[in-house]
């Protein structure tokens, strides 16, 4: 985190020896270690913090979007439907009487079709 060597945190502790003593090193020890742990414990409980925001914040734009969209649905439902075109009725063409009859006398002039072959179906044998 500190980027601190072991040759360096050596050092550091021969300092302290001496500078300290080492009656009262133990106690400096545990006092330094108590302070830490309640830095880191400040710090994660701001993060905790932190993201609770950012995610309350993210919640309030997504509310926003999904009440865009339900208005502009709303909007589009409350609306009266106007096609561009209006759909026009054509009356389909009257057939020609001749080239009905002409039709008829093709369709009575083909052989009639051929009667297909007998199905003989075989029930499957047991398994």
Request: hydrophobic content about 45%.
């Amino acid at each position: 985190m500190f980027d601190i060597a072991w040759s360096e945190m050596v050092l550091i502790g021969a300092v302290a020896l001496v500078v300290i003593g080492p009656k009262d090193l133990p106690k400096a020890l545990r006092t330094v270690g108590q302070t830490v742990a309640r830095v880191r414990r400040m710090a994660s409980e701001f993060q905790g913090q932190f993201n609770e925001a950012m995610r309350e914040a993210e919640l309030a734009d997504l509310k926003k979007q999904v009440e865009d969209v339900g208005g502009s649905v709303q909007s589009a439902l409350n609306t009266d439907f106007k096609p561009i075109d209006q759909i026009k009725d054509f009356e389909a063409p009257k057939p020609d009487d001749a080239a009905l009859k002409e039709a008829e006398a093709k369709l009575a002039s083909l052989p009639a079709p051929a009667p297909l072959p007998p199905v003989d179906i075989k029930p499957d044998a047991p398994k």
